[in-house]
Structure formats: structure tokens, C-alpha cells
């Protein structure tokens, strides 16, 4: 049997499926990098459940979360404006999402 990463750890089942994450981050066990998929994956309404469901971070965690959204979309935006545009896109709506996320919440 494989060894485990000492970050790896099984789900408590008491606990909201959205926690359910394992954070492989350089900075372990910050939970900012496991908030970015808020303006990375999800939109409108999912995005507002994603972030009430997760409400108990506070204003400084989600400020260090969208510096985790913001980074590789930043710098993809030029890198794959040619080879994978549809990428650049995602970019460019992920850094917007989390322009107007700033608006809403500050």
C-alpha cells in the first residue's frame, strides 16, 4: 500500500462535501487555494451557494483566494491568447468575476 501524503485526508463525513478537498498547495494547508474554484468554475447562483456554503473563512482568506484565481488566469491570458484561446477566455472571465466579486463583497 502506498503511502499517503501527509495532507491526504479522508473525508469526514460529518462535515459540508465542499471540505471534502485536499489541498496540495505549496502553502499547506491554507485554505485559500481550495476557495479559488469559486471564480474559476462556477458562475451566478452556484458561485453565491459555493461562497455561503463556505462562509465561516473570513474576508482574509477569500482576499488571499482570489489572489489564487487571479495568478495562473493573469498569466494565461497572454500566454494561451494564440495556442488555446478558449483558455485565455476562461482567463479573462475568471479575472472578471473576481473584479466584480471585489465590487459585492470588497
Known sequence: MAARR??????DRRRRPAEWVIDFSPRRGDPAADLAPAWWTFT???RTLYREELADYGPEVWWRARGWALLPSLT????YRNTFPRMAEHGRRTVTAVLQDI????
Not at 494565461?76 to 500566454?79: A, Q, S
Open 6 to 11: 501527509p495532507t491526504a485526508r479522508q473525508p
Open 44 to 46: 451566478g447562483d452556484a
Open 76 to 79: 494565461g491570458i497572454d500566454y
Open 103 to 106: 465590487e459585492r463583497f470588497g
